[in-house]
C-alpha cells in the first residue's frame, strides 16, 4: 500500500470515530467564520506526522493553508511553533484532536526511536521495529521509525517468513524447519529464524540460515555468536533492549537490534493548538 492510501485510510478511520452524526460544539462557530491558528510542541521531540495533521485539516477544508515552520524529522525543544494553519474555524475545531493525535503519536515513535539511533552511533547494529504496533497504524508508526532514523523489519506476515520456536516445534526442528521455508517462500519472500542458544545458532548455520535472530541472549552470547557466525549471517537481537542497555548490545557487533518498545511503549508527545484570533462566538444560530 502506497503511503498516500495509508494517509488517506488512517485520517478517514481518525475522523469518522471522531465526528460520528456531527461536531455539536462546533455550532457555536458562525458557519463562514476563518481563524487562524498554531501548533506549540511542549517538550523535546522528533516531529513527524505532518501529511496526516494536513489530511486532517484538508479533508473538512479543502482551503486551509498550513505553513510548517519547522520540517518533518526535525528535532525541536519545549515551546517550538510547529506550523501556523487558517482556515475555517469551525472546520479547525472539528479537525483539531484528530489531526494533533497523529502528530502527537508519530512524534512519540519518531523521538523514541531517534534516541535509540543515536545511542548505537558508532557501531554497525541498525535500529529496527516489530510487528508490535497499535491496531490500525501499522503503516504509518514504521513511517514513523524511519522518520526518527531507523529501520523496518518486515510489515506483516506476507513479507517476510519469520521462523519462531513455535515453528520450528511444529516443523520438527531448525533444520526441517528452514528446508519447507525454502521449498515454500514465495518469491521476494525472505527468511528469518530464531535461536535461544548458541547450540541453536550453529544448528541454524549449518542449515543455511543467511538471517538468525537472537532471542533473549546475554552479552556474553551474542559476543559468541558474532564469532561464531563470522559473515555467514546476518545477526539481529531482540528481548529486553532498553535504551540503558542497547549501547551494549550494539557493541557485541549484531547487525540489527530489533525493539517493539519503539511502537508499543510511547508516551505521546504534547502539542497544543490555539487560535489567535477569537472566532465569534455565533450566538444566533439563524444568521
Same mark, same amino acid.
Given at each position: 500500500m502506497d503511503l498516500a492510501s495509508v494517509i488517506e485510510r488512517d485520517v478517514t478511520a481518525a475522523l469518522a470515530e471522531d465526528i460520528g452524526r456531527g461536531d455539536a460544539s462546533a455550532l457555536l462557530l458562525p458557519e463562514q467564520q476563518t481563524a487562524r491558528a498554531v501548533v506549540v510542541c511542549r517538550q523535546d521531540a522528533v516531529i513527524c506526522g505532518q501529511a496526516w495533521f494536513e489530511a486532517c485539516c484538508r479533508r473538512l477544508d479543502a482551503r486551509s493553508a498550513i505553513s510548517w515552520l519547522v520540517a518533518e524529522g526535525a528535532q525541536v525543544a519545549p515551546g517550538t511553533r510547529i506550523c501556523e494553519v487558517r482556515g475555517n474555524a469551525r472546520a479547525l475545531l472539528t479537525t483539531e484532536r484528530a489531526a494533533l493525535n497523529f502528530l502527537q503519536t508519530l512524534s512519540a515513535v519518531a523521538t523514541k526511536t531517534r534516541r535509540y539511533v543515536e545511542a548505537v552511533a558508532g557501531t554497525r547494529a541498525k535500529i529496527v521495529d516489530t510487528r508490535k504496533t497499535l491496531?490500525?497504524? $501499522? &503503516?504509518?508508526?514504521? &513511517?514513523? +521509525?524511519r522518520t526518527g532514523g531507523g529501520a523496518n523489519h518486515r510489515m506483516g506476515l506476507y513479507d517476510a517468513m519469520l521462523i519462531k520456536e513455535n515453528h520450528i516445534a511444529a516443523a520438527g526442528g531448525i533444520k526441517p524447519a528452514l528446508a519447507a521455508a525454502k521449498k515454500n517462500a514465495a518469491p521476494g519472500v525472505w527468511t528469518q529464524i530464531e535461536v535461544e542458544s548458541l547450540e541453536q545458532l550453529k544448528e541454524a548455520l549449518a542449515a543455511g540460515?543467511?538471517?538468525i535472530l537472537l532471542d533473549n541472549m546475554s552479552l556474553d552470547q551474542m559476543r559468541e555468536? +558474532? $564469532?561464531?557466525?563470522g559473515d555467514r549471517a546476518e545477526l539481529e537481537a531482540s528481548g529486553g533492549v532498553t535504551l540503558d542497555n542497547i549501547r551494549a548490545i550494539a557493541e557485541t557487533g549484531v547487525h540489527r537490534i530489533s525493539s517493539g518498545s519503539l511502537t508499543k511503549d510511547v508516551k505521546a508527545v504534547d502539542f497544543s493548538m490555539r487560535f489567535e484570533n477569537q472566532p465569534q462566538i455565533n450566538a444566533d444560530k439563524r444568521r
Amino acid at each position: 500500500m502506497d503511503l498516500a492510501s495509508v494517509i488517506e485510510r488512517d485520517v478517514t478511520a481518525a475522523l469518522a470515530e471522531d465526528i460520528g452524526r456531527g461536531d455539536a460544539s462546533a455550532l457555536l462557530l458562525p458557519e463562514q467564520q476563518t481563524a487562524r491558528a498554531v501548533v506549540v510542541c511542549r517538550q523535546d521531540a522528533v516531529i513527524c506526522g505532518q501529511a496526516w495533521f494536513e489530511a486532517c485539516c484538508r479533508r473538512l477544508d479543502a482551503r486551509s493553508a498550513i505553513s510548517w515552520l519547522v520540517a518533518e524529522g526535525a528535532q525541536v525543544a519545549p515551546g517550538t511553533r510547529i506550523c501556523e494553519v487558517r482556515g475555517n474555524a469551525r472546520a479547525l475545531l472539528t479537525t483539531e484532536r484528530a489531526a494533533l493525535n497523529f502528530l502527537q503519536t508519530l512524534s512519540a515513535v519518531a523521538t523514541k526511536t531517534r534516541r535509540y539511533v543515536e545511542a548505537v552511533a558508532g557501531t554497525r547494529a541498525k535500529i529496527v521495529d516489530t510487528r508490535k504496533t497499535l491496531p490500525g497504524l $501499522r &503503516y504509518a508508526q514504521k &513511517y514513523a +521509525v524511519r522518520t526518527g532514523g531507523g529501520a523496518n523489519h518486515r510489515m506483516g506476515l506476507y513479507d517476510a517468513m519469520l521462523i519462531k520456536e513455535n515453528h520450528i516445534a511444529a516443523a520438527g526442528g531448525i533444520k526441517p524447519a528452514l528446508a519447507a521455508a525454502k521449498k515454500n517462500a514465495a518469491p521476494g519472500v525472505w527468511t528469518q529464524i530464531e535461536v535461544e542458544s548458541l547450540e541453536q545458532l550453529k544448528e541454524a548455520l549449518a542449515a543455511g540460515a543467511t538471517m538468525i535472530l537472537l532471542d533473549n541472549m546475554s552479552l556474553d552470547q551474542m559476543r559468541e555468536a +558474532v $564469532r561464531i557466525a563470522g559473515d555467514r549471517a546476518e545477526l539481529e537481537a531482540s528481548g529486553g533492549v532498553t535504551l540503558d542497555n542497547i549501547r551494549a548490545i550494539a557493541e557485541t557487533g549484531v547487525h540489527r537490534i530489533s525493539s517493539g518498545s519503539l511502537t508499543k511503549d510511547v508516551k505521546a508527545v504534547d502539542f497544543s493548538m490555539r487560535f489567535e484570533n477569537q472566532p465569534q462566538i455565533n450566538a444566533d444560530k439563524r444568521r
